[in-house]
């Protein structure tokens, strides 16, 4: 995929940061026609004949980086780290950004107040879960006065 053709190109990319290796694809649901950019980064050197085991993320842009640089630093030392090579995939939004907050919002939770799917009940917008089901009384709070 021609990255040329994306206008908003990750600051992560830049050749100065070391992150050889690591790819980016904008794509677009089918549905609802949101766009997801995904990173992948693999290891360098052949891939083992069964594929690459793979950690899958969310927060991409933020995410991806830190990852990278510590699968790096920890894969090759595997009886002391307990960890291998692998594939990272991290799933995030086509910004600069770290994160697109409102986005992220609804792809990983209604914001307060909200529901999802939209069109779901109404939740109650105050107070948490137990106190609205589980009420306290002034008493039970209290004691006898």
């Given amino acids: 995929m021609d990255q040329s053709a994306f206008p908003a190109v990750p600051a992560i990319l830049a050749e100065e940061t070391g992150h050889a290796g690591l790819r980016w694809f904008d794509i677009a649901d089918r549905a609802s026609g ?39 630093a920890q ?20 910004t600069e950004d770290a994160y697109d907050p409102f986005r992220r919002s609804w792809d990983l939770g209604p914001p307060p107040g909200a529901t999802y799917p939209p069109s779901g009940p109404a939740r109650p917008r105050s107070g948490p879960a137990v106190g609205r089901n589980w009420p306290a009384s002034s008493f ?3 004691g006898p006065s």
């Fill in 75 to 94: 894969a090759p030392y595997p009886s002391g780290t307990n960890l291998g090579q692998g594939a990272l995939v991290a799933i995030g939004y086509p």
């Fill in 34 to 72: 949101a766009v997801r950019r995904v990173f992948l980064w693999l290891p360098p050197g052949e891939m083992p004949e069964a594929g690459w085991p793979a950690l899958f993320m969310t927060d991409g842009n933020a995410v991806i980086a830190t990852t990278i640089d510590a699968m790096r």
């Fill in 140 to 142: 039970r709070i209290s």
